[in-house]
């Protein structure tokens, strides 16, 4: 267990989650420090995607705390951890299918002000709502896709989208889940220079990952799981070497 | 104008408000079944206020909205654990329970009904009508209203991206309860006569029909909704007692070719030439 320091943006201490008989996971205790990229990686089943709902407040933990820049996250609704500065995507990409891109940048924004700013007509209330939208539409080359449904968009334009909506909102710690699935290598490169850029920008940055040259291309830290318990950390290098993590996860083939 | 379309116009009005009192709880996804019960609150709560109260007309809608908007507020927590047709049924009983109070409720006339009410003519109907049609269109670009659609497309996902799913859904039925409340304030006020089978299940059912009909997903589609259901039974008139089956006819042929109903935001944004910038 890390002992709390002003750099730690995420730390996760003892966390537990079982459904019914199953203990999804079991005493996971992580941290994200401030300006990292840190990822999760284990195999099908280890409780990943469990790890996210418990973060982002989906799922509440059993037992264990879940501390996000220095408040006690662990009984908060999604919305109010999400509002302290967190975003996330999603591995299935849950678009709002019959938005737009552009509103799918305006609606995870929080308009400053006063609560009735929200009920006035947008370009009355707040111009930095639509500054902050059109800059997050360039950075993500999406301007040509501005006014196009989302149902309608090419699946690796929905992926996009996912993360420039997580985006907008202007989170302190972006959570990528699966971030490069369906994506051929040239995308996965393109995506991994953004997530870079982005990092270079201040952004921390924590994703689950199945691709392992992704991930170790990117992530200075990993946590590995297996069956719902962590089972290694540490930077890339020493994972790749760690034998209990080939035994588990990578196999042979891997080294 | 003669009295016949004065009366007509009335009508158009006050369903005009009541199918957006449905569009408003509509936009987040919950079919509401039972507004004619927040229509009789505002109806009878603001006929007490102008006749026993001596209030003026403005202040008594406006307590009835607010306490209309109080009991949509309360019907709306149970109703986020309902989904789909069992919130369209609980709703239902919800109209029918309003009914029934005010059917054994004899300080309010009971199954007699209630008068005394001084009548007010079409200009003050429409004043609130057009007053609140318009707040509506401004809502509709709102970054609220941004969160009610979100909310409408993917409930789960509109929760993870940090929107308060809770407070948009319990205040869309506060919001709705208000305005069915003004719309059931102007209709007791025109009539100057209401009785608790002014407020029964075709009422709520005839608020759904002009949204649906006049298009679910643009505020003014229920001015238009409103305006047909009202106008068409009379222009059919001709074919005497056939009118109600024409109309009938006529509706089912309209949700084949147009499930989206009369207006849509595609169809405005054409009329508008928005499209021609985008």
Redesign the interface.
């Known amino acids: 267990m890390s002992a709390p320091s002003p750099d730690t943006l995420l730390r996760l201490d003892g966390v537990s989650r079982r459904f019914g008989g199953v203990r999804a996971l079991s005493d996971i205790s992580m941290t994200v420090e401030r300006g990292r990229i840190v990822g999760v990686i284990g195999p099908n089943g280890a409780g990943k995607t469990t790890l996210f709902n418990l973060i982002?407040g989906?799922y509440r933990a059993d037992a264990g705390a879940i501390v996000f820049d220095d408040h006690d996250v662990t009984a908060w609704?999604?919305?109010r951890i999400?509002?302290a500065g967190l975003?996330?995507t999603?591995q299935n990409i849950?678009?709002?299918?019959?938005?737009t891109v552009w509103?799918h940048l305006?609606?995870?924004?929080?308009?400053g002000g006063h609560v009735l700013?929200?009920?006035?007509?947008?370009?009355w209330?707040?111009p930095a709502?639509t500054a902050r939208a059109e800059h997050v539409l360039k950075f993500f080359g999406l301007e040509a896709y501005?006014?196009v449904l989302a149902r309608t968009l090419p699946y690796g334009i929905q992926r996009k989208v996912d993360m420039a909506?997580?985006l907008a909102?202007g989170p302190k710690l972006l959570l990528l889940d699966e971030p490069v699935a369906g994506m051929n290598h040239d995308e996965a490169e393109d995506l991994r220079k953004l997530l870079l850029r982005l990092n270079e920008e201040g952004l921390s940055i924590l994703l689950i990952e199945h691709d392992m040259a992704f991930v170790m291309n990117l992530c200075h830290e990993l946590y590995v799981l297996d069956f719902g318990v962590r089972i290694a950390a540490g930077d890339p290098a020493a994972i790749r070497r760690d034998p209990v993590v080939l035994d588990a996860y990578l196999g042979s083939e891997a080294c | 104008m003669s009295t016949y379309y004065a009366g007509l116009l009335a009508d158009i009005g006050i369903l005009t408000l009541g199918a957006l009192s449905v569009f408003v709880i509509l936009a987040t996804n919950q079919l509401s079944l039972g507004n004619a019960g927040f229509m009789a609150i505002g109806s009878y709560l603001s006929s007490f206020l102008t006749v026993e109260m001596q209030w003026p007309l403005t202040g008594a809608i406006v307590v009835a909205a607010l306490a209309a908007s109080i009991t949509g507020i309360v019907v709306g927590f149970p109703a986020l654990r309902l989904k789909g047709i069992y919130l369209a049924i609980a709703t239902l009983g919800f109209g029918e329970m309003v009914r029934s109070f005010f059917l054994v409720f004899t300080p309010m006339g009971g199954a007699g009904g209630y008068h005394g009410m001084h009548h007010v003519a079409l200009g003050t109907i429409w004043i609130w009508t057009a007053g609140i049609l318009l707040a509506i269109l401004?809502?509709e670009?709102?970054?609220?209203w941004?969160?009610m659609?979100?909310v409408?497309?993917?409930e789960?996902?509109?929760?993870?991206?940090?929107?308060?799913?809770t407070l948009i859904k319990v205040g869309a039925f506060g919001l709705g309860a208000a305005i069915a409340a003004v719309a059931g304030a102007l209709f007791a006020h025109h009539h100057v006569y209401i009785e608790p089978g002014n407020f029964g299940f075709e009422r709520s059912i005839d608020f759904v029909l002009a949204v649906i009909l006049g298009g679910s997903t643009v505020g003014i589609g229920s001015l238009a909704g409103a305006a047909v259901l009202v106008l068409l039974p009379e222009w059919l008139r001709f074919i005497a007692d056939w009118r109600l089956a024409a109309f009938g006819a006529l509706l089912i042929i309209v949700l084949l070719t147009r499930r989206q109903g009369l207006l849509d935001r595609p169809l405005l944004a054409r009329l508008t030439f928005r499209s021609a910038r985008?």
């Open positions: 982002t989906a609704p999604a919305h999400i509002r975003a996330r999603f849950r678009l709002f299918a019959g938005m509103e305006l609606v995870t924004q929080r308009p700013r929200g009920l006035v007509p947008l370009g209330s707040n709502v501005r006014n909506r997580a909102s | 401004l809502l670009r709102s970054h609220v941004l969160q659609r979100a409408h497309e993917d789960t996902a509109a929760g993870l991206v940090g929107l308060n799913t985008a």
